[in-house]
């Protein structure tokens, strides 16, 4: 097993912190991505994620009539307390806050909740848009899930464990995004697809007047935003351990190597999905039932032979 620190709970206070600036340094990319896309200056891109923050700080709130309100603040605070419980079990470097036995398990389970937290944004201001946007999220997390699910048991099954730290210690000398590129393909959708995020935008985009976002206003509509920058960041920071070997890497130590690998998967993850189109779920559909479970299951099995052949 591979030589981890466990973190006293006195240091829980920097993970949602640390989250924050990474997603933050996302922001200001998908920021600057938009604005350059408009013809804008790059200044203007990488100082709006700011200057919204403080717009949507001193906005009024506003709450539609006969609105769920305890259900709809459940689902508006429980996703950026998602993207934060995500992490808890990501190494960074050589200390993690929770050293869990089924990290992976624990990961899978935090995106699941995140079904539920969808729908009840939707579901919670009794209204039409924002309620079928969260029965769209739904249709599209059918798709992506079962493929999500193989593609993390793929480096679990090379590795041998579901603890997160032994997935990134059995990456010596190969990461396994080199030669499982299917199941890392696959989990770098999924991540765009459970922060409803590019191409897998169903739940906040423009064309239903911003889904469960079209009845949020002030600190709320900022929770919603920041929430889905915080679980982007959280499927980049994971990817890590999962598929690019951890902290491992010449000169720079291994917390060095960890965040420079989260920040450059969720750089491409910001600049892909401000690029691609929006997917329709049922197109998604058919894409994830027939062509992308049947790789990924392959996948596992390539890994599962790999596993038996260097045991």
């Known amino acids: 097993m591979p030589d981890i620190t466990q973190a006293a709970p006195v240091w829980a206070a920097l993970v949602p912190l640390g989250l924050l600036a990474l997603a933050s340094a996302g922001a200001v990319v998908a920021g600057v991505s938009a604005t350059r896309m408009r013809g804008g200056a790059v200044l203007a891109g990488v100082i709006s994620p700011f200057t919204e923050t403080s717009r949507l700080l001193r906005q009024r709130r506003r709450v539609p009539v006969a609105a769920d309100r305890v259900l709809w603040h459940v689902a508006i605070g429980g996703i950026p307390v998602v993207a934060v419980l995500m992490v808890v079990v990501v190494p960074i ?10 990290g992976i398990v624990w990961f899978n389970a935090m995106d699941v909740l995140l079904w539920a937290l969808w729908w009840l944004a939707g ?15 739904l249709g599209l997390a059918l798709a992506y899930e079962l493929p999500l699910m193989f593609a993390l048991t793929a480096p679990a099954v090379a590795a041998g464990s579901l603890r997160v730290a032994d997935v990134a210690a059995a990456q010596h000398g190969l990461w396994f995004a080199v030669w499982m590129p299917v199941a890392f393909a696959v989990y770098l959708l999924s991540t765009l697809a459970f922060s409803s995020w590019g191409p897998f935008a169903v739940a906040a985009h423009a064309d239903l007047a911003g889904g469960v976002l079209a009845e949020t206003s002030g600190v709320d509509r900022w929770l919603m935003l920041a929430g889905r920058h915080l679980v982007l960041a959280a499927g980049a920071l994971m990817a890590v351990p999962l598929f690019l070997g951890g902290g491992a890497g010449p000169l720079l130590g ?20 401000g690029r691609l ?17 049947p790789v990924t299951v392959l996948q596992v099995l390539v890994a599962a032979v790999v596993a038996l052949g260097g045991a």
């Open 254 to 273: 291994p917390v060095v190597w960890t965040v420079l690998k989260a920040l450059a998967v969720l750089m491409f993850l910001e600049l892909a999905a």
């Open 277 to 293: 189109p929006l997917i329709r779920p049922e197109r998604f559909a058919e894409l994830g039932w027939v062509v992308l479970l």
């Open 93 to 102: 470097g050589p200390v993690v806050l929770a050293d869990s036995p089924v």
């Open 123 to 137: 579901w919670g201001p009794n209204s039409a848009h924002p309620l079928i946007a969260g029965h769209r999220f």
